[in-house]
Antibody, heavy 118, light 108 residues
Framework: QVQLVQSGGGVVQPGRSLRLSCLASRFMFGHHYMHWVRQAPGKGLEWVAAISHDGGTADYADSVKGRFTISRDNVKKTLFLQMTGVRGEDSAVYYC???????????WGQGVLVTVSS | SYVLAQPPSVSVAPGETARITCDGEDIGSQGVHWFQQKAGQAPVAVIFYDGDRPSEIPDRLSGSKSGNTATLTISRVEAGDEADYFCQVYDNTNNYRVFGGGTKLTVL
């Protein structure tokens, strides 16, 4: 059974940086696109970023483009989200998710809460 | 940007059938995927590509599409089906994955 274990959430001041991690196991990590999806408190799901299986291609939602960077280490089977210049509207639970068919998601991490507050 | 519209809430009695809709321009040409999210938990995929159900999902849940509307149908609703449900498509004009706003299913 696919396992995605996340870490790195917490409280961060506006304008500062934070890095989220997602450790994958029980599947061939290097064969799959991966994603970050977030959910603001009491709100719906918002896709944030995607990265190709080899890390060569990344796509971002307009809301985070230029501020967030998705990356991966296929040797360590870990996905990252580097968040810089964070804003209040970035406060959310962040989920990592495994790609399905290039269009959707078939497995999700447990989620980590990021709170942007001074 | 692509927009998917869902009703905010649907209520149904146990044993009845719940239908949750997802409206989007040109949704007929898109594969529609559905996710169930119970309170405090991560989402779980329940339907892929309009109507394909993962093996672990009970056959009481089914998906369909007609014109610009996709529908998630839950038959013989149980208390355990109470959750938020989100539809999702791939916007291939900009490589975005787009979610609907979500529908809260309440079992009366």
């Amino acid at each position: 059974q696919v396992q995605l274990v996340q870490s790195g959430g917490g409280v961060v001041q506006p304008g500062r940086s934070l890095r989220l991690s997602c450790l994958a196991s029980r599947f061939m990590f290097g064969h799959h696109y991966m994603h970050w999806v977030r959910q603001a408190p009491g709100k719906g799901l918002e896709w944030v970023a995607a990265i190709s299986h080899d890390g060569g291609t990344a796509d971002y939602a307009d809301s985070v483009k230029g501020r967030f960077t998705i990356s991966r280490d296929n040797v360590k089977k870990t996905l990252f989200l580097q968040m810089t210049g964070v804003r209040g509207e970035d406060s959310a639970v962040y989920y990592c998710a495994r790609d399905r068919g290039g269009v959707s998601f078939d497995s999700w991490g447990q989620g980590v809460l990021v709170t942007v507050s001074s | 940007s692509y927009v998917l519209a869902q009703p905010p809430s649907v209520s149904v009695a146990p044993g009845e059938t719940a239908r949750i809709t997802c409206d989007g321009e040109d949704i007929g040409s898109q594969g529609v995927h559905w996710f169930q999210q119970k309170a405090g938990q991560a989402p779980v995929a329940v339907i892929f590509y309009d109507g394909d159900r993962p093996s672990e999902i009970p056959d009481r849940l089914s998906g369909s599409k007609s014109g610009n509307t996709a529908t998630l149908t839950i038959s013989r609703v149980e208390a355990g089906d109470e959750a938020d449900y989100f539809c999702q498509v791939y916007d291939n004009t900009n490589n975005y994955r787009v979610f609907g706003g979500g529908t809260k299913l309440t079992v009366l």
